[in-house]
């Protein structure tokens, strides 16, 4: 665990007597080390192990020392999946659902995600930055360093641009990481009514290319669902986001069985997510292509779906499991990624351990970030959060509470 040419320089921090859950994937549960210490020089972690094999020197020189007291660390929470930037709320739309319309019909009668596509086209730029920046805050509060924002509430070149633009920034101005990813095939905007193709035609050929000039996004998604896209029109703009170097990720299977985590998986996505409609003999290609499967149980309780994702045989087939919160207006009004944790076990029947996995080491890899965040390591940005708690499991079974003590991002207390 030493890595030699950090023992002479002094570490910038060194956090002590902690519950170090590395997240480590090996023999021990959650790679958990009783006694733990972490070093950290500049942004990294340089050195993670017992607490009593802490380098003599290092007592010495480092600056600053923090006795853990026993209580928990794990590495900074990653929320893989969000919509968390757009104009309005749908409030309305959920007192329709009580009343007995379905979120299918609300779509299809000009309601749903076109409803927030015209409140996101009105809004400026600053105001969907200080809109998004209130429902980060609940975020960072419970120790989230990276989160993953997407478009496709814009719909038009100059919409999606903008929200790729308040993502970006969000992402500087603010103490976390921002993953970006670009949704122009969210649904068909009302100037392309059954015209489906042609508004496939204008992402690959008007949008897609400006978004990748500009650096806008990390990832391509889609929704893949008879209200919104076909496997095959989302093959076209996979293969034109590939050509400009784009991961790829995608919305499967949340509605209804479409073959599009297949096909994603075997055009090498990085992640299908939702996929409660996955048949269980689909789960293979998954796991063949290492994409990992994103669960979002905000939006399987608020939709008040029954049908639950094929966990068992995700789980039995070794498929690395994310979980995230799907913040969005429309289908998972959410701003606790702990409550996920704990839905995701009570919904899902995840354990607490392949929880806290789905927010930490598996959001990680489902962003293409595995090498950089996710895990306690050497090597990796010090991306990290003190709980006040001693039992990782706790983390899963509190339901609103939020027992983060303190953060590191990049090597510095937030
Ligand atoms: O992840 N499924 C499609 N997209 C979002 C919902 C968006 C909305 O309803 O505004 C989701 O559930
Ligand atoms: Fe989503």
Redesign the pocket.
């Known amino acids: 665990m030493l890595d030699k040419d950090q023992t002479q320089k002094p570490w910038d921090s060194l956090w002590f007597n902690a519950r170090v859950a590395t997240m480590v994937a090996g023999d021990k549960p959650y790679g958990l080390i009783d006694h733990g210490a972490i070093g950290i020089i500049d942004e990294k972690i340089v050195w993670v192990g017992e607490t009593s094999q802490v380098p003599k020197e290092q007592l010495a020189l480092c600056q600053n020392q923090m006795d853990c007291m026993s209580a928990l660390a794990t590495p900074g929470l990653i929320d893989c ?1 969000t ?1 968390i930037v ?1 104009g309005g709320e ?1 409030i309305d739309e959920f007192e329709m659902r009580l009343n007995g319309a379905s ?1 299918s019909e609300i ?1 299809k009668a000009g309601g ?2 076109a409803s ?1 596509v015209s409140a996101t086209r009105l809004s400026t730029e600053d105001a969907l930055f200080d809109s998004a920046k209130q429902r980060i805050n609940s975020f960072l509060n419970e120790g989230v360093t990276t989160i993953e924002i997407k478009s ?2 814009g719909l038009d070149l100059e919409t999606e641009l903008k929200m790729l633009r308040v993502a970006r920034r969000l992402g500087r101005e603010l103490s976390l990481d921002v993953s970006t990813s670009f ?1 122009g095939a ?2 068909i905007p009302a100037e392309f009514k059954n015209r489906s193709d042609d508004y496939i035609d204008y992402i690959c050929r008007d949008v897609l290319p400006l978004v990748a000039a500009d650096n806008l996004a990390d990832s391509v998604d889609a ?1 893949c ?1 008879d209200i ?1 896209f076909s496997a095959q029109q989302i093959e076209r703009v996979f293969r034109c986001a590939v050509s400009h170097g784009l991961s790829l990720k995608l ?1 499967a299977e ?2 209804s069985d479409q073959k599009g985590a297949v096909m994603a998986a075997e055009m090498g996505a990085l992640s299908v ?2 996929i409660e409609y996955l048949a269980e003999d689909d789960v293979a290609v998954i796991k063949r292509n290492d994409t990992v499967a994103v669960l ?1 149980p905000g ?1 399987f309780y608020f ?1 008040g779906e029954t049908k639950l994702p094929p966990v068992a045989a995700l789980r039995s087939q070794g498929v690395s499991i994310a979980i995230s919160s ?1 913040a ?5 009004p959410v701003s606790s990624l702990l409550l996920m944790l704990n839905m995701a076990c009570t919904l899902f029947k995840l354990t607490p351990e392949e929880s806290l996995a789905g927010v930490t080491r598996n959001a990680a890899k489902a962003l293409g970030l595995a090498s950089e965040v996710g895990t306690l390591e050497v090597g990796k940005l010090a991306n990290m959060v003190l709980w006040s708690l001693e039992n990782p499991a706790e983390l899963s079974y509190r339901i609103g509470h939020n027992p983060c003590q303190k953060v590191m991002y990049r090597g510095k207390v937030r």
């Open positions: 999946h919509h757009y749908r979120y779509s749903g995600i927030t496709g509430y949704l969210h649904a929704f669902e919104a919305h949340q509605l997510d939702h979002l939006a939709l799907d969005n207006p429309g289908s998972s």
